[in-house]
């Protein structure tokens, strides 16, 4: 049986984590650490397959969940949803903590999970549909990457959204040039990286 990507389902969530977690790393010189390997999922992946499933999509393999994108059409009604829904039951299961000083990231992730920002940027106007997407390493190189954000794209244009916006990291090389090759273009550079946009 070979890869496929499909819809999503509920019981792919645990999958999604996993792949969160094994590819959150991607771009830096070393992979980070966790005591929790479901915290980058809990940030990046879990609020957007639970709020709007319809948004998301899997490639499967044998192995189970290989990659995937989800999304949302609409990033300020996701804060909305997020800030009612989804981010009061982990400050409760995850306070805040100190840095162990063993190389895990625990808690910086658990402070972005306790001042996530629900800042309304100037481009939600024409591109207010998000994404993210995870790729895992036996799966990259293959066109799987184009095929999730294609599957993406046509749904959020059923839904009339007018534009997508996403973030990459500056070190992220590869990503950067595949962004550039789906016809993304740069919004606004950071700190961190670059915003980037793609009309609809």
């Not at 009612?84 to 972005?112: I, K, M, N, Q, S």
């Not at 207010?128 to 995870?134: F, L, R, S, V």
């Amino acid at each position: 049986m070979t890869a496929h990507l499909r819809p999503y389902h509920p019981s792919d969530l645990a999958g999604i984590y996993r792949v969160c977690h094994e590819v959150d790393g991607a771009g830096r010189a070393e992979a980070p650490r966790f005591h929790d390997p479901d915290l980058p999922g809990h940030l990046y992946a879990g609020p957007y397959a639970v709020s709007e499933p319809g948004l998301c999509f899997v490639v499967a393999d044998p192995r189970g969940v290989a990659g995937y994108v989800v999304g949302t059409a609409s990033t300020p009604a996701f804060l909305d949803w997020t800030r009612e829904h989804w981010w009061p039951v982990l400050r409760a299961r995850h306070p805040r903590r100190p840095d162990p000083g063993d190389g895990t990231l625990d808690h910086r992730y658990v402070d972005a999970i306790h001042d996530h920002p629900d800042v309304r940027e100037p481009w939600f106007t024409s591109h207010p549909a998000q994404a993210h997407i995870k790729l895992a390493a036996r799966l990259q190189g293959q066109g799987w990457g184009h095929r999730l954000m294609s599957a993406l794209t046509t749904s959020l244009r059923e839904r009339h959204a007018p534009g997508l916006h996403l973030g990459v990291a500056e070190t992220n090389g590869r990503a950067l040039a595949f962004y550039a090759a789906l016809g993304f273009t740069e919004a606004r550079r950071h700190p961190w990286g670059r915003t980037l946009v793609l009309d609809l």
